[in-house]
């Protein structure tokens, strides 16, 4: 059942590593063309006319954009964060709730397999995906960087690795969601939502003291990049509430799936 879960998932992988890859690839493209003396010029006036907050909210206060690792570090893991956490938002509310749409759960109970052997070959496929697509982008990256210029090897390596830790949260929480609904269609809202809302939540944490709060109801505050690119190190705190949350709405899933009425 796992090789089946592989494959299945298979094509809307490439096609979501394929766009994260066609978007840097256009960025280590033109990037060195379009960062010259007197475009910096121009960039560094821009840049002191917008407000100190917005300037945090994409890390431009700590790093700055002239080369490609630059702009990697500022707006390029922004993307990085949402489209990871778009697929593994997408992928956690479908992979459980496909079989009921497609209804093909009727072949599964028909046959001498648990439900909670079909949770956990699920979840082991979409976990295997995600930490693919990380690789998959981190290498590619990495391969980019490394044509284009000097960059901070370690530093980037662990920049890579956040991803991960909100993906993997955010695959959890929508896993657990779909059991409560026998509707793709709705859930695909729901889940993409979640990534949104989460992220407008952690960007608005960082741009005012009165709303810092927020930062706490959004999974990309387990993505602690600004961590990594001052310290060149992961906060260990992160990945523990990470794997606990994790943990936490597994449980529940598998507690909530096994009651659940499949038609």
């Known amino acids: 059942m796992f090789k089946r879960e592989m494959k299945v998932n298979l094509k809307n992988f490439i096609v979501w590593l394929s766009i994260l890859i066609g978007l840097f690839l256009v960025v280590f493209l033109i990037y060195p063309s ?5 475009n910096m010029h121009m960039i560094d006036e821009m840049m002191e006319m917008f407000p100190k907050e917005l300037l945090t909210a994409f890390n431009m206060d700590i790093t700055a954009i002239d080369s490609a690792y ?6 390029g893991f922004v993307f990085v964060l949402l489209i990871t956490g778009c697929y593994s938002a997408i992928l956690g509310s479908n992979i459980l709730l496909k079989e009921e749409s497609d209804k093909t759960i009727e072949y599964l109970n028909s046959l001498p397999i648990t439900r909670n052997k079909i ?44 991803p991960i830790f909100s993906s993997i949260t955010i695959y959890f929480i929508c896993m657990f969601i779909s059991t409560f609904t026998h509707k793709t269609k709705k859930m695909l809202g729901i889940s993409l939502g979640i990534v949104f809302i989460s992220y407008v939540f952690q960007t608005l944490s960082t741009m005012s003291s009165s709303v810092e709060f927020l ?14 690119i001052v310290d060149i190190s992961i906060n260990p705190l ?20 096994n009651k659940k009425e499949l038609i």
């Open 34 to 38: 379009i960062i010259n003396s007197e």
């Open 70 to 75: 630059g702009w990697l570090k500022s707006e």
């Open 119 to 162: 949770i956990s070959n699920k979840v082991s496929s979409g976990l295997v995906y995600i930490f693919l697509m990380t690789i998959g982008l981190g290498i590619f990256n990495y391969i980019g960087l490394s044509i284009s210029g000097n960059f901070d090897k370690l530093q980037y390596i662990l920049l890579s690795i956040t």
């Open 215 to 228: 930062k706490y109801f959004s999974v990309f505050t387990l993505a602690d990049i600004r961590n990594v």
């Open 238 to 257: 992160m990945v523990i509430i990470s794997f606990f949350i994790s943990i936490l709405f597994l449980i529940l899933t598998i507690i909530h799936y």
